[in-house]
């Protein structure tokens, strides 16, 4: 029987770190489905109309060089608007939810559009200054020149883009069990998660 984990929250909030390590320890699958919104965004800076874009995404696509720049991200966000984008690449996340024994996807719709009935639904926050020192850490150790106060204007347009648009806003599952990882050290943050996935197993 297939079991799904879904993990929503905004951006570096450690819902990356905590889907994949919840993934390992249960032996399930994982899809980090900002990456097939950033694959689309790189598609729009390639000069390609997003929707078509979207339907057509082959593999490749998500193993490109620059999926995570900052560029990318803010296109990603752009795309995610677009409700034929996110229609686009419904199905897929669909399907890999119920794949084998179990799957863990990450986004920010994930919970209330694409696995309203998951198994486990978890809201990973943490405050936006938390969230962009641990980006910046990130983009400098990837050798990026920017500044923290840059990192924390992205953060935010990001997250009042996320939060604020008509098609699947970033929003908690009403039965969403929230973890904040504000003040929690990565394994304290994959503990929580592994003990809610659990006690519904
Ligand atoms: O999680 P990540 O930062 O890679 O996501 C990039 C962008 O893709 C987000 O800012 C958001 O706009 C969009 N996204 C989304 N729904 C998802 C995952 C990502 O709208 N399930």
Redesign the pocket.
């Known amino acids: 029987m297939a079991f799904t984990v879904a993990i929503?929250g905004p951006?570096?909030a450690g819902?990356?770190t905590i889907a994949r390590s919840v993934a390992a320890h249960f032996g399930f699958s994982h899809l980090?489905?900002?990456?097939?919104?950033?694959a689309t965004?790189a598609r729009m800076l390639d000069g390609e109309d997003p929707a078509p874009a979207a339907w057509a995404l082959v593999p490749e696509d998500l193993e490109r060089d620059g999926l995570?720049s900052a560029a990318v991200?803010e296109a990603?966000?752009?795309?995610?608007?677009m409700p034929e984008v996110?229609a686009g690449l419904l199905a897929f996340?669909r399907r890999f939810a119920r794949l084998g024994d179990g799957a863990v996807?990450?986004?920010?719709?994930?919970g209330t559009v694409?696995c309203p009935e998951a198994e486990v639904k978890l809201f990973v926050t943490a405050t936006p200054e938390t969230r962009a020192a641990r980006r910046f850490a990130e983009l400098r150790a990837a050798g990026a020149e920017t500044t923290l106060a840059e990192v924390l204007a992205d953060v935010q347009a990001?997250d009042a883009?996320?939060a604020g648009?008509d098609a699947?806003p970033?929003m908690a599952a009403p039965d969403a069990v929230h973890i904040d990882t504000t003040a929690l050290g990565i394994d304290e943050a994959v503990a929580a998660a592994v003990a809610v996935v659990e006690r519904a197993r």
């Open positions: 929503d951006a570096a819902k990356g980090d489905t900002g990456l097939l919104y950033r965004g995570r991200a990603a966000s752009v795309v995610a608007a996110r996340q996807l990450d986004g920010r719709d994930i694409i990001r883009r996320d648009r699947a970033l």
